[in-house]
Antibody, heavy 119, light 109 residues
């Protein structure tokens, strides 16, 4: 069964660091385009980061230089290391698989993990 | 980065047809994908590309594209279609990035 399960969310103080992970089942993480998408309370979806099958990574301007996306092929997991966290990073973080050659679509989503940045 | 613009809210009478639109320069180059999100749940892909509906999505959901606008149409709207809908596509300002529209809250009357 194709499934994504996020873990690692929690309460963290501003300026702190947190790592969230996504356990992938039913397909291989390193042969797919994997994304992190977040949703602040009461707000819309915001794309955060992508790691392509070749390993290249890209980030939204709002997190560039603070967040790092990575994958572990031995564990078939995706991770997002979040540093220098701010209150505005408070959100549900979803991992999602993107499919496509020219245009993309996200066909598999996890249920999300909640990150709260507050003192 | 580029932007995708959606109407914040749309309402439709039960059984009627509703069109949800998404506008942005990136849509002149890339097809959109559409996601339905109900309260407390993860987004679900409901339509993508020129004419693609994932398995399990009712055929009352359809999509179209014209110029800088992508549209999601629900024909014969059901009560369970009440949800937030988001469009998404690649960002032509940097083709390796993706962008979401702000979302449209659909109310079924």
């Amino acid at each position: 069964e194709v499934q994504l399960v996020e873990t690692g969310g929690g309460l963290i103080q501003p300026g702190g660091s947190l790592r969230v992970s996504c356990e992938v089942s039913g397909f291989t993480v390193n042969t797919n385009y994997m994304n992190w998408v977040r949703q602040a309370p009461g707000k819309g979806l915001e794309w955060v980061s992508i790691i392509y099958s070749g390993g290249t990574t890209y980030y939204a301007d709002s997190v560039k230089g603070r967040f790092t996306i990575s994958r572990d092929s031995s564990k078939n997991t995706l991770s997002l290391q979040m540093n220098t966290l701010r209150a505005e990073d408070t959100a549900v973080y979803y991992c999602a698989r993107a499919v496509g050659a020219y245009y993309y679509y996200m066909d598999v989503w996890g249920k999300g993990t909640t990150v709260t940045v507050s003192s | 980065s580029s932007e995708l613009t959606q109407d914040p809210a749309v309402s439709v009478a039960l059984g009627q047809t509703v069109r949800i639109t998404c506008q942005g320069d990136s849509l002149r180059t890339y097809f959109a994908s559409w996601y339905q999100q109900k309260p407390g749940q993860a987004p679900v892909l409901v339509f993508y590309g020129k004419d693609n509906r994932p398995s399990g999505i009712p055929d009352r959901f359809s999509g179209s594209n014209s110029g800088n606008t992508a549209s999601l149409t629900i024909t014969g709207t059901q009560a369970e279609d009440e949800a937030d809908y988001y469009c998404n596509c690649r960002d032509t300002s940097d083709n390796y990035l993706l962008i979401f529209g702000g979302g449209t809250k659909l109310t079924v009357l």
